[in-house]
């Protein structure tokens, strides 16, 4: 059997094996006061390139990402510990353990996860690691463009016809 950070624990005919969550390190990343997570990309770990499976932490009084939509890719999230509280469009949802939230490729309304209480809020997210996708982040209306590694402002148009 072998085993590495990157690829988990595979038998010698390459098949993948089942693996402990703890034997992941975690990984942090933040930006400013506000956004801020810690991670184990469980997926990526156990062999997966389509479909990625995240547990995550965020700290009080953070948010883990800028609130976004997906055109091409859906996403998944299941709260297993605290309770944060779910931004989607103009609406607030304070959710709890147990809680499960569907966030389908093309719905148009913002979503982002803020931790408002003293508590630690664990969850897994699940979603499609799509090469074309599309974002929005409705806060700034910038638009990642994932195939170009590039972000655009919504805001800067243009018609088909423009500067031809």
């Not at 547990?55 to 800028?66: K, L, N």
């Not at 779910?86 to 996860?113: I, N, T």
Request: glycine residues 12%; hydrophobic residues 35%; negative net charge.
């Amino acid at each position: 059997m072998a085993e590495d950070f990157i690829t988990g624990p595979v038998a010698d005919d390459g098949t993948r094996l089942p693996f402990s969550v703890e034997d992941l390190p975690w990984e942090e990343y933040s930006h400013g006061e506000l956004f801020g997570t810690r991670f184990r990309q469980l997926g990526e770990y156990g062999g997966c390139s389509h479909v990625g499976v995240c547990m995550e932490e965020i700290a009080p009084g953070r948010q883990a990402y800028v609130a976004h939509y997906h055109f091409l890719e859906e996403e998944q999230l299941m709260v297993l510990e605290g309770r944060p509280t779910l931004r989607l469009g103009d609406s607030r949802y304070q959710l709890e353990p147990g809680s499960f939230v569907v966030f389908p490729a093309g719905q148009k309304a913002g979503h982002a996860l803020v931790n408002e209480t003293a508590e630690t809020v664990r969850y897994l997210i699940i979603g499609e690691r799509n090469p074309n996708e599309v974002t929005v982040h409705t806060d700034t209306g910038r638009v990642g463009v994932r195939l170009v590694g590039n972000g655009y402002r919504m805001s800067d148009t243009m018609e088909y016809w423009d500067d031809e």
